[in-house]
């Protein structure tokens, strides 16, 4: 449960602008469809990505970070991962079982298989959207496992998009969808306040202090 108490408090220090701002951005905020991102080696791409979460309002993603270590460029993703929830894993399979067991379809984003166009993708569960490295895309694991198919039509020479270039074009059409189907796609209220009462102190500069001084008063 969420300590309203310390949340009312912490927003005692923010802006009603701001307060305000974080009630608009989480109405639109889903963890319906989710993206995991496999052992991208250029560590620009992983932080592109993550932005395009952010502003197309997927609230989590998921990091396999196996071949390579950490791919994430905090001054590419420009803050992004402040406001997104980043998980990662040491290998895919920790990854999809994690993400099976919460209920989710794996879906891997491929140029290489025409099992469906993303035109014509219908979303019917909560779906996580793999993408993969730039030059061998997804590995066997993820293709093996996962529920269906997924590309990005093109009509030119070049094979492939770039990841990022491709999640963002991806997750636009996606969450559009989303909110014109009939799912429950925002966050529960508990979900909304646990992310302002994490938003809030993220905002909130000399934070430890703050807390420190709530807690003596408690």
């Excluded at 408090?9 to 608009?24: P, V, W």
Aim: net charge negative; charged share 30%; aromatic share 10%.
């Amino acid at each position: 449960m969420v300590n309203e108490h310390l949340l009312a408090y912490l927003e005692g220090f923010l802006s009603d602008e701001r307060k305000q701002r974080f009630i608009e951005i989480l109405s639109q905020r889903t963890k319906y469809l989710t993206v995991a991102i496999e052992d991208v080696y250029q560590m620009h791409n992983t932080s592109a990505v993550i932005r395009s979460c952010e502003v197309f309002g997927i609230q989590e993603a998921h990091v396999v970070e196996e071949r390579y270590g950490k791919r994430l460029d905090k001054n590419i993703s420009m803050g992004a991962q402040q406001w997104v929830d980043v998980h990662e894993y040491t290998n895919v399979d920790e990854c999809i079982k994690n993400l099976k067991t919460k209920g989710y379809k794996i879906v891997a984003t491929t140029p290489h298989n025409d099992s469906c166009f993303l035109d014509d993708f219908k979303i019917e569960d909560k779906t996580a959207l793999f993408f993969g490295t730039e030059r061998d895309g997804l590995s066997d694991t993820v293709m093996e496992n996962a529920d269906s198919f997924l590309k990005v039509p093109m009509v030119g020479f070049t094979e492939s998009l770039n990841i990022s270039v491709s999640a963002a074009i991806i997750l636009q059409n996606l969450t559009n969808q989303l909110k014109k189907g009939d799912f429950s796609w925002q966050l529960s209220d508990e979900e909304k306040l646990e992310k302002r009462l994490d938003w809030s102190k993220k905002s909130i500069k000399s934070i430890e202090g703050i807390l420190e001084r709530y807690h003596n008063h408690m």
